[in-house]
């Protein structure tokens, strides 16, 4: 059990020492030989634990998703209304961003997974889109692919609030009021399409 957990808590340091490093200077940063110096290992023990540069690459955008997943998945928990839970979404998104945007090297991980890991790209997506299609559930659409297309349309509509490269672009920017009115039509239709006007 003991290896376990060393094993466990080596493969936990290199990720943390590889994230600072792709937080500070993107994928391109990300090196196993700085890795290995920080941490003062050898090159083969982090070969041990991770097959390649990528696999650990593919680890850090795997626990960036996660903690973008569970963040929005909290976001939209306890508000009530359609518009609320549309806002604490998108807010939700940047909030995760903007933890990285500073960096705009760092939001480079998303390009590596959409060229390495498409598959979960995509799973990333679905998620995103299955929590719109649960709020317009709530409100009263009917589940099915209609619903999912439309809930698609409505990612489409914020991509420019949520996505990694047009929010560190335009990072300084107060574009508070362009989600709010644009979150407010997205809302009315919902809610005129749940109650058949």
Not at 73 to 95: F, H, Y
Not at 165 to 185: F, P, T
């Amino acid at each position: 059990m003991r290896r376990q957990n060393d094993t466990s808590v080596t493969r936990a340091a290199i990720t943390a020492e590889a994230a600072r490093l792709v937080d500070k200077g993107g994928v391109s940063a990300l090196s196993v030989s700085q890795i290995a110096r920080t941490l003062t290992m050898s090159h083969g023990n982090i070969y041990r634990h991770f097959p390649s540069k990528d696999a650990i690459a593919a680890e850090i955008a795997s626990q960036w998703m996660a903690a973008m997943r569970e963040a929005c998945e909290q976001a939209i928990q306890t508000p009530l209304t359609v518009r609320s839970k549309l806002l604490a979404l998108v807010m939700a998104i940047r909030k995760e961003l903007f933890k990285r945007a500073d960096v705009p090297d760092a939001l480079s991980i998303f390009n590596f997974v959409l060229e390495h890991k498409p598959e979960a790209a995509v799973a990333h997506h679905l998620h995103r889109r299955d929590l719109v299609v649960g709020i317009m559930t709530g409100a009263g659409w009917p589940s099915g692919p209609a619903t999912e297309r439309e809930a698609q349309t409505i990612l489409d509509a914020l991509r420019f609030y949520t996505d990694p490269h047009a929010v560190s672009a335009y990072r300084q920017a107060d574009v508070s009021d362009q989600i709010e009115r644009v979150v407010g039509l997205l809302t009315e239709n919902i809610e005129r399409h749940a109650s058949g006007r």
